[in-house]
T-cell receptor
Framework: DVKVTQSSRYLVKRTGEKVFLECVQDMDHENMFWYRQDPGLGLRLIYFSYDVKMKEKGDIPEGYSVSREKKERFSLILESASTNQTSMYLC?????????????FGDGTRLSIL | QQQVKQSPQSLIVQKGGISIINCAYENTAFDYFPWYQQFPGKGPALLIAIRPDVSEKKEGRFTISFNKSAKQFSLHIMDSQPGDSATYFCAAALGGATNKLIFGTGTLLAVQP
């Protein structure tokens, strides 16, 4: 089974801090994604990556950056955390760059910015 | 044009009943329509998916109905069970060399025993 592991289930940070969310997948998948999930808004794509050192903006990239130095690891960075970034963050991976490839999700990191 | 509209926001069904969740889209370039199921405390997981050249796909108690002319698709859960209680997301993917999904806003399903 594909395993997508997010480093923290819960995280509490302060406004202005630099925050790192880490995600690791163990199936040699090409593609990795970061979403945020908010009630009534569904899942919204922040950034995604089709290869090491490559990244593409999703629908809501403002205030975020990403890093993919190794194929299995995809990091989401909040450069200067703000209260409106309090949310559930989900990482996903998929095998190939085609529309019908299922995305496999981690169990999420619930981030609170105080 | 990139949105996927999902309804209802929440749904309560009696055990053994049929649960129906609807989604609509505008962009005719979408070519793949998956449904994801999410249990509390877990990430979403792929449940069932369909391509627009097929009008219906069934897997066990779960069926997707697809109406290409109306740009609508729906998930039907037959003989709904309490274990089906979860949040369901429809999604749409653009064709070509991309795996980017546009998700609906989700439906919280509660199946009462």
């Amino acid at each position: 089974d594909v395993k997508v592991t997010q480093s923290s289930r819960y995280l509490v940070k302060r406004t202005g801090e630099k925050v790192f969310l880490e995600c690791v997948q163990d199936m040699d998948h090409e593609n990795m994604f970061w979403y945020r999930q908010d009630p009534g808004l569904g899942l919204r794509l922040i950034y995604f990556s089709y290869d090491v050192k490559m990244k593409e903006k999703g629908d809501i990239p403002e205030g975020y950056s990403v890093s993919r130095e190794k194929k299995e690891r995809f990091s989401l960075i909040l450069e200067s955390a703000s209260t409106n970034q309090t949310s559930m963050y989900l990482c996903a991976s998929s095998k190939q760059r085609y529309s019908n490839q299922p995305q496999h999700f981690g169990d999420g990191t619930r981030l609170s910015i105080l | 044009q990139q949105q996927v509209k999902q309804s209802p926001q929440s749904l309560i069904v009696q055990k053994g009943g049929i649960s129906i969740i609807n989604c609509a889209y505008e962009n005719t370039a979408f070519d793949y329509f998956p449904w994801y199921q999410q249990f509390p405390g877990k990430g979403p997981a792929l449940l069932i998916a369909i391509r627009p050249d097929v009008s219906e796909k069934k897997e066990g108690r779960f069926t997707i109905s697809f109406n290409k002319s109306a740009k609508q698709f729906s998930l039907h859960i037959m003989d709904s069970q309490p274990g089906d209680s979860a949040t369901y997301f429809c999604a749409a993917a653009l064709g070509g060399a991309t795996n980017k999904l546009i998700f609906g806003t989700g439906t919280l399903l509660a199946v009462q025993p």
